[in-house]
């Protein structure tokens, strides 16, 4: 008797096994998104982008249009489609890289702008795809391919707080939150929230996931669990930080 | 902590990217400003590794923007600054590097070819020669050496940056994924005791002195308000490139003599052109190869001199006809025909080479 | 270690022979566990191989997995033309990686460089629980970072948990005996200020002949053939 695993009817069959690493992350993120998708019914009218990294191996793992982009120009593709065709769902799917170094400027000002997108960034603290160098939401002392011996804070800054600048930024509006794989119930409530943002047009909406890597992190599965339910939590605070009129959750 | 990084002459086995970094220390670069694109993060890795047991710096930007832009700060702070990319990396750069160009600012930067265009491949390519040579919205004021292995990237990764800071042009080594990640045998070395004259880096600003009192201030631009100023900043530029082209302008011929073929290529192809000749040769043909060192400036006068004594030159690339393209410019008026073997984004055989040859004759 | 005595080098029929290699980058890990395993495969002995290089994004053993196929190894690695892009890096694991450890007989593990050193171990399911479990760092002092024996011991001393030192001191087309003996020598230093065992000295085919069975410390010699070439253009 074979169990077959309940996936969201977005999900393209065509295209599975997907590409992405034992114990990645990246699957339990996009499993919430395409059950928000399915739940929501936008399945038609939604539009996904990656940027270059590990988000690239979602391109073709939903039965949506999706367009491959460069490196953290994905917002501003996803902002170009909403600008010309406003009845479109966008979501721009990036990691911490593509968010918050190379794409940071974008970010910022589409935040800024307030712009009806969805932006959904998952952080595992580091470069993966290109095999593991820094990047700004690494932690302080991990070890990386550009931080041999450890990121010295004094040197480089602290690991960057995302969804705080976000919220910081936007206007009333947007939506801003950071969720977690390890409360995978509370994320996909998240990003519902999000994407039901942009549905309503009430302005931009931005979900932050920690994730995990154990491939770059060279954990084992205890070690992996640990490191984003005890470690990550302590730099990157989990709820929402804006909610456009109501209260807060977390 | 401020050893020689290299003690006399050592032979070693070594990546190309490790070459450069290598070098970069040799040649007393103090610090690397640069960005994660593959395939040469491996100068960034061991940079990191080594440069805090030489006492160099540096500093992982948020981009590839910033990394030129940081790049230049360097510069203009009067030390020896580099940083390396590729493919879309490299697209970003040209923003700073017209910068560089405009102001002449000696800037040294790495580039592995990557295949192209947009993201393409992480592999290799010959198709960032346009863009590297010509890229921003500039004149080409710049020198490019085209490497073919890791001795030439070890040697001309320190020549880069005495080129650059005696001459203040922006200067490039154009190497590619393959001299990247190869692996051979080749000799390091200090290169002062190989007389090598190092040429020493000086401030563009904060001079000693308080600026209105002691001295003048620096007051740098890169802006004009009229076209005629323009016209004079530029022929200025232009006219001090082609005074010390002569002095840069390097080539390497093979067998070109009494050649009725000649092969051109560069980079890594160029190699696949010299074993070409060797088998070619061995079997009888008449058949030469001149590989431009310096694709800017561009050896135009001694290729048309090569060339005009062949009855077909066999032009190879990686491109779909970038450095086709300096050739024709470069040998304006050679009659001889030019037939094109060109293979975006792939590698190039001796056999492959050697196949298209006999094909002439 | 006494010349050919080195259990590990010629294991009895019964004991499974289970080594990941590690070292610096371009130092020969995935030449010398090749070879290794063709080894091991041509004794009758059934291996699989592992692509565990999780930071290299092209010189690797992947696009040799045909070649490997052919020649009797069962190899867990990425196909090269799935994985070497979509344009970047492509450098994740194959799933069945994780599990590599549950399959029979012999296996090999290819683990790239990088500054998780021997901890990509951890990916391994059960790896603490494999008895047989080798882990050899293999070290060329052509390379300036493992050119001394101070700098090995660093070197050693950050990967975690070394098991032996594998001496693959070379200069590709130029190397010759001397080259050889030289990092014998070194290797061995290190190794014993590491109180670690030299398991071989591996020699390329054709120079093999001329450094003998033994090295000038008394190393096995073990004979390898190059197949990473094969991986490129």
């Known amino acids: 008797m074979s169990v077959q695993p309940q996936m969201p009817a977005v999900w393209r069959t065509e295209t599975k096994p997907h590409k992405f690493c034992p114990g990645c992350g990246h699957p339990l993120v996009l499993k919430a998104l395409g059950e928000a998708i399915t739940e929501l019914g936008i399945q ?48 721009a799917y990036m990691g911490d890289g593509g968010g918050y170094a190379i794409g940071s400027q ?8 307030n712009d009806r997108v969805t932006v959904i960034l998952v952080n595992n603290i580091q470069y993966a795809m290109t095999g593991g160098q820094m990047a700004p939401t690494t932690l302080p002392g991990q070890k990386t391919e550009t931080s041999p011996y450890g990121r010295d804070v004094e040197a480089t800054g602290n690991p960057a707080q995302g969804p705080e600048m976000v919220a910081a930024i ?14 995978v119930r509370q994320l996909k409530r998240f990003i519902k929230k999000a994407l039901e943002n942009q549905i309503a047009g009430r302005g931009f909406s931005f979900v932050e996931a920690l994730s995990l890597c154990p491939t770059n992190w060279a954990t084992n599965a205890k070690e992996t669990w640990r490191m984003v339910e005890e470690e990550m939590p302590r730099f990157f605070k989990v709820g929402e930080l804006k909610v456009p009129g109501e209260k807060k959750e977390g | 902590m401020t050893d020689k990084p290299i003690q006399g002459e050592q032979r070693v086995f070594m990546t190309g990217n490790e070459a450069v970094a290598w070098a970069a220390l040799a040649a007393g670069a103090q610090i690397m400003y640069g960005y994660p694109i593959t395939p040469q993060n491996e100068i960034m890795h061991y940079w990191t590794r080594l440069a805090p047991m030489y006492g160099r710096k540096f500093l992982q930007t948020e981009d590839e923007i910033s990394a030129g832009f940081t790049t230049i700060g360097g510069v203009l702070a009067g030390v020896k600054a580099f940083t390396g990319s590729a493919g879309p990396g490299n697209t970003l750069m040209q923003e700073p590097m017209s910068m560089a160009e405009m102001m002449r600012l000696p800037t040294v930067m790495v580039v592995t070819q990557r295949g192209g265009p947009s993201t393409a491949t992480v592999i290799y390519s010959q198709q960032e020669v346009t863009m590297t040579c010509y890229g921003g919205n500039g004149e080409g004021f710049r020198i490019v050496y085209s490497t073919s292995g890791q001795q030439d990237l070890f040697d001309y990764t320190i020549k880069a940056f005495n080129t650059a800071w005696k001459y203040r042009f922006p200067t490039f080594v154009l190497g590619d994924g393959y001299q990247a ?6 000799v390091i070395y200090d290169p002062e005791l190989r007389g090598i004259e190092m040429v020493k880096a000086e401030p563009y600003m904060g001079n000693p002195g308080t600026p209105g009192i002691d001295r003048d201030p620096a007051h740098l631009r890169n802006t004009y308000n009229m076209e005629d100023e323009l016209l004079e900043a530029v022929r200025q530029i232009g006219a001090a490139y082609e005074k010390i082209s002569p002095e840069v302008v390097e080539y390497e011929q093979f067998e070109t003599g009494d050649a009725k073929v000649l092969l051109v290529a560069h980079g890594i192809v160029s190699r696949a052109a010299q074993g070409a000749v060797k088998v070619l040769r061995q079997q009888g043909y008449q058949v030469g190869h001149f590989r431009p060192i310096t694709l800017r400036p561009f050896p135009g006068v001694e290729l048309k001199a090569a060339a005009d004594k062949a009855r077909h030159v066999l032009l190879i690339e990686s491109s779909y006809g970038q450095f086709k393209k300096l050739v024709t410019d470069g040998i ?12 975006p984004g792939e590698g190039i055989t001796v056999e492959e080479i050697v196949a298209e040859a006999k094909k002439l004759f | 270690m006494p010349a050919g005595e080195v259990a590990n080098i010629y294991p009895a029929k019964e004991q499974r022979v289970v080594e990941a290699y590690v070292g610096e980058y371009a130092s020969g890990k995935s030449e010398v566990a ?19 290089d999780l930071v290299e994004p092209f010189y690797t053993l992947r696009p040799i997995k045909k070649v490997l196929e052919a020649k009797g190894l069962k190899v867990i690695a990425w196909d090269a033309t799935k994985a070497t892009g979509l344009g970047e890096a492509g450098t994740v694991i194959l799933p069945e990686a994780r599990w590599v450890l549950r399959n029979p007989g012999d296996i090999i593990l290819d683990i790239g460089y990088g500054v998780k050193g021997a901890r990509s171990l951890n990916l391994l399911h059960g790896y603490q ?32 948990r070394v098991d032996g030192l594998i001496n693959n001191t070379h200069l590709g087309d130029d190397t010759d005996v001397g080259t050889v003996q030289r990092g014998a020598a070194v290797v061995s230093d290190a190794a014993a200020r590491l109180g670690l065992p030299v398991i071989f000295t591996s020699v390329e085919e054709k120079l093999a002949p001329a450094v003998g069975r033994i090295d000038e410390r008394g190393n096995p010699v073990f004979v390898l053939r190059r197949y990473m070439p094969g991986a490129f253009w």
């Not at chain 1, 009218?45 to 994905?74: P, Y």
């Not at chain 2, 990640?181 to 080749?186: A, L, Q, S």
């Not at chain 3, 493992?146 to 950050?158: M, P």
């Open chain 2, 181 to 186: 990640k190869m692996r051979e045998p080749f």
């Open chain 2, 332 to 343: 304006y008026g050679c009659t001889t025909p030019i037939l094109s073997y060109l293979k």
């Open chain 1, 44 to 91: 038609e009218k939604a539009m996904l982008g990656c940027d270059i990294g590990c988000s690239l191996l979602a391109w073709d793992l939903f039965n949506l249009d999706s367009v491959q982009t460069h490196h953290g120009r994905t917002v501003p593709i996803m902002v170009g489609i909403k600008r010309a065709k406003p009845e479109v769902i966008t979501i």
């Open chain 3, 129 to 160: 629980e494999v008895k047989e479990l080798r882990v050899y760092a293999v070290a060329n002092i052509s390379r300036p970072v493992t050119g001394t024996e101070e700098r090995i011991v660093e070197y050693i001393k950050s990967l975690g």
């Open chain 1, 170 to 183: 936007t206007s009333e509006g947007a939506y801003v939150a950071r969720g977690t794989v390890a409360d």
């Open chain 1, 106 to 113: 974008h970010l910022v000002n589409t935040a800024m702008r």
């Open chain 3, 34 to 52: 090749i070879n290794r395993a063709l080894f091991l495969a041509a004794k009758g002995r059934q291996v699989t191989i592992a692509d565990l």
